[in-house]
């Protein structure tokens, strides 16, 4: 696929949209909310804590528990 260069403005209204298309067709459950991305110390920037609080207020999702280590060190232990 090719990447389109688009307005802050214009991205956000294409998500909104998206995200509102599959809920009304697929429910809240079709919406995955999972992201490894920056952090810093403390929940006030976790970008996952970030984005399930966002989702929340949006109407909900599915996430997941736990992290890469704490799954690799559960199979070890």
């Given at each position: 696929d090719e990447w389109v260069r688009v307005r802050y403005e214009d991205a956000i209204k294409l998500v909104a949209r998206e995200l509102k298309k599959?809920?009304?067709?697929?429910?809240?459950?079709?919406?995955?909310?999972?992201?490894?991305g920056?952090?810093?110390?403390?929940?006030?920037?976790?970008?996952?804590?970030?984005?399930?609080?966002?989702?929340?207020?949006?109407?909900?999702?599915?996430?997941?528990l736990g992290d890469y280590s704490t799954g690799a060190s559960q199979v070890i232990m």
């Open positions: 599959t809920r009304k067709e697929k429910g809240n459950q079709a919406v995955f909310a999972g992201s490894y920056w952090k810093s110390s403390g929940n006030v920037h976790n970008s996952r804590i970030l984005l399930h609080r966002f989702m929340n207020l949006s109407g909900g999702f599915v996430g997941h």
